[in-house]
């Protein structure tokens, strides 16, 4: 079985610019957890979807926003890119929102801004 | 607000002994799950072992096992018979009881010597 895919594995844009980034959850999972890790830190929690609704949010500013699908794929979009966004971003996948359930992580998300 | 910390950025362990990487929380909750979570330079982030608050017995998966100190809030793992596959960033991590929200320490850079 596939596990959490996730798109694209690199990106490089510049400040001001906006990026879109994907996940897929392995098939059947039903929450998506986005993380933003810094190089040489560990990751912070950025959002929690569920069943399509937001079910938590970190402390990160409004031009980070994400969205779940009815296939429960995922998208976070960051607007007016600043240097500090460069970060590895990953998501991870969860069967359903318990707090027990293990989440299985993606390969993650490369991003450099410039 | 919950805080997770590990206080050893670099560890390094002969191949075949055993090492102990050390993590301390900071919760008002009762009840919660603590994890470790294994980054190798793939980036793929692996869960390795998972500790419910509620249970005093102490985790253990082959190899590896935590000795879990809930009055002082503690949390350390132990790997024995170290191999050179251990080598990776471990990632202490807190889950709240009611999200799926993980809060991460700042990892643990473990090195296995031949």
């Known amino acids: 079985d596939a596990g959490v895919t996730q798109s694209p594995t690199h990106l490089i844009k510049t400040r001001g610019q906006h990026v879109t980034l994907r996940c897929s959850p392995i098939s059947g999972h039903k929450s998506v957890s986005w993380y933003q890790q810094v190089l040489g830190q560990g990751p912070q929690f950025i959002f929690q979807?569920?069943?399509?609704?937001?079910?938590g949010r970190g402390n990160f500013p409004d031009r980070f926003s994400a969205r779940q699908f009815p296939n429960y794929s995922s998208e976070l979009n960051v607007n007016a890119l600043l240097l500090g966004d460069s970060a590895l971003y990953l998501c991870?996948?969860?069967?359903?929102?318990?707090?027990?359930?293990?989440?299985?992580f993606g390969p993650g998300t490369r991003l450099t801004v410039l | 607000a919950q805080t997770v910390t590990q206080s050893q950025p670099e560890m390094s362990v002969q191949e075949a002994e055993t090492v102990t990487l050390s993590c301390t929380y900071d919760?008002?909750?009762?009840?919660?799950?603590l994890f470790w979570y294994k980054q190798p330079p793939s980036r793929q982030m692996i869960l390795v072992i998972r500790q419910e608050a509620y249970k005093q017995q102490n985790a253990t998966e082959n190899r590896f096992s935590v000795n879990f100190q809930k009055a002082a809030k503690s949390f350390s793992l132990k790997i024995s018979d170290s191999q050179l596959g251990d080598a990776a960033m471990y990632f202490c991590?807190?889950?709240?009881?009611?999200?799926?929200?993980?809060?991460f320490g700042q990892g643990t850079t473990l090195q296995v010597k031949p």
């Open positions: 979807y569920y069943e399509k609704e937001e079910r």
């Open positions: 919760t008002s909750e009762s009840d919660y799950y």
């Open positions: 991870a996948s969860s069967l359903v929102q318990l707090v027990g359930n293990e989440q299985f």
């Open positions: 991590a807190y889950r709240f009881s009611n999200t799926g929200k993980l809060i």
